[in-house]
């Protein structure tokens, strides 16, 4: 599985779309909003990882992505990736591989696929940390999107280019 060759230029993706939180109790429609954490620990990043992949496995767009790579792996996926979270938002250095080698053999992807993961993840940390600290993973998730959208397409991304930059 090889992530595809230059790709022609498309209209951005829209990393601005927010599920409107759940506010209501008894509103059974919206999702249930955990409390906001002002602070960043293991217990936040493992709720953070395994609220987020529960949703990427419900997404009609990434969930066959990840489904078809990891099929019934996902538990130590999780594991993974609290791990990852942890090194990359903690110093914990928990996670020792190398990401770009493991994520540059998925066959599909588009940057379709990064628009709808980093606007997941935007949603998640909104819903769960404080501002700062969202604001924080968000960058972070954008450096790793960054860097494995220019593996696969040879570019960076409509995200993260310059005004009028190609």
Same mark, same amino acid.
């Given at each position: 599985m090889?992530c !595809?060759?230059?790709?022609q230029?498309?209209?951005p993706p829209?990393f601005?779309h927010r599920?409107?939180?759940r506010t209501?109790?008894?509103d ?6 955990p409390?906001?954490?002002?602070? #960043?620990d #293991?217990a ?5 990882v +395994?609220?987020f992949?529960?949703?990427v496995?419900?997404? @009609? #767009?990434?969930? !066959?992505?990840?489904d078809?790579?990891l099929?019934?792996?996902w *538990? !130590? ?5 609290v791990?990852f979270?942890?090194?990359v @938002?903690?110093g914990s ?5 190398n990401v770009?080698?493991? +994520?540059g053999?998925? *066959?599909?992807v588009t940057?379709?696929?990064f628009?709808?993961w980093?606007? #997941?993840?935007?949603?998640h940390?909104e819903?769960?940390?404080?501002? *700062?600290?969202a +604001? ?5 998730a954008?450096?790793? @999107? ?5 593996k696969?397409f040879?570019h960076?991304? @409509?995200?993260?280019?310059p005004?009028?930059? +190609?």
């Amino acid at each position: 599985m090889l992530c !595809p060759g230059p790709v022609q230029p498309t209209r951005p993706p829209d990393f601005n779309h927010r599920a409107a939180p759940r506010t209501d109790p008894m509103d059974s429609t919206a999702p249930l909003q955990p409390p906001v954490r002002h602070t #960043l620990d #293991l217990a936040g990043i493992t709720d953070l990882v +395994h609220g987020f992949y529960a949703d990427v496995r419900a997404d @009609a #767009l990434l969930g !066959p992505v990840f489904d078809a790579a990891l099929q019934d792996r996902w *538990e !130590p996926h999780l594991a993974r990736m609290v791990d990852f979270w942890s090194t990359v @938002a903690l110093g914990s250095r928990r996670y020792r591989r190398n990401v770009l080698a493991r +994520h540059g053999a998925l *066959e599909g992807v588009t940057p379709a696929h990064f628009a709808a993961w980093v606007g #997941l993840w935007r949603q998640h940390t909104e819903r769960r940390f404080a501002p *700062e600290v969202a +604001h924080s993973l968000q960058q972070a998730a954008h450096g790793v @999107a960054r860097a494995l959208f220019r593996k696969c397409f040879g570019h960076l991304p @409509a995200f993260d280019r310059p005004a009028g930059g +190609h």
